[in-house]
């Protein structure tokens, strides 16, 4: 695996990011574990690639941006079951590649010791699961109020 990142300053108060990060996992014996037990030997349990990048804005006037975009390939996960005839076993469980969209709007007040902010995560309204038996990603709204003393 591996991963490679930049983060860019074009101009006071302007950020830029993006990384990317590649992760292959195989079992010790690959070959011994596909002949033996096909489904196990098909467990990943993380995304081979992950793409995040983003910009952040903090204006002179107190109001700061941000909005993140993060992208995961196709996962494959092999969990064990349990089956009232054959006993325990294991199935697959695949999940999609999605894209999550995160934002937030704020504003500073007060010489910067009181900030309101708005943040949205899961823009793109999709219902994925970062886990075949998680609960699934939602939209969320979330108001913030930060006090500095």
């Known amino acids: 695996g591996g991963?490679?990142?930049?983060?860019?300053?074009?101009i006071d108060g302007l950020d830029l990011y993006a990384n990317y990060a590649i992760h292959r996992t195989e079992a010790v014996d690959e070959a011994q574990l596909r002949a033996n037990d096909p489904?196990?030997?098909?467990?990943?349990?993380?995304?081979?690639?992950?793409?995040?990048?983003?910009v952040q804005f903090r204006s002179s006037i107190g109001l700061d941006l941000n909005v993140d975009l993060h992208w995961v390939s196709p996962q494959v996960w092999t969990?064990?079951?349990?089956?009232?005839?054959?006993?325990?076993?294991?199935?697959?469980?695949?999940?999609?590649?999605?894209?999550?969209?995160?934002?937030?709007?704020?504003?500073?007040?007060?010489?910067?010791?009181?900030?309101?902010?708005?943040?949205?995560?899961?823009?793109?309204?999709?219902?994925?699961?970062?886990?075949?038996?998680?609960?699934p990603i939602t939209t969320r709204l979330m108001g913030e109020v930060t006090f500095r003393f």
């Open 3 to 10: 991963e490679l990142g930049a983060r860019v300053f074009p």
């Open 79 to 135: 969990i064990q079951v349990t089956d009232p005839v054959q006993g325990v076993g294991f199935a697959r469980f695949d999940l999609d590649s999605y894209v999550l969209l995160n934002a937030r709007i704020g504003q500073r007040l007060m010489n910067d010791r009181l900030e309101l902010g708005l943040i949205g995560t899961n823009l793109t309204f999709q219902r994925n699961r970062q886990h075949p038996l998680g609960q």
């Open 39 to 54: 489904v196990r030997a098909q467990d990943d349990r993380t995304s081979t690639h992950k793409v995040n990048a983003g």
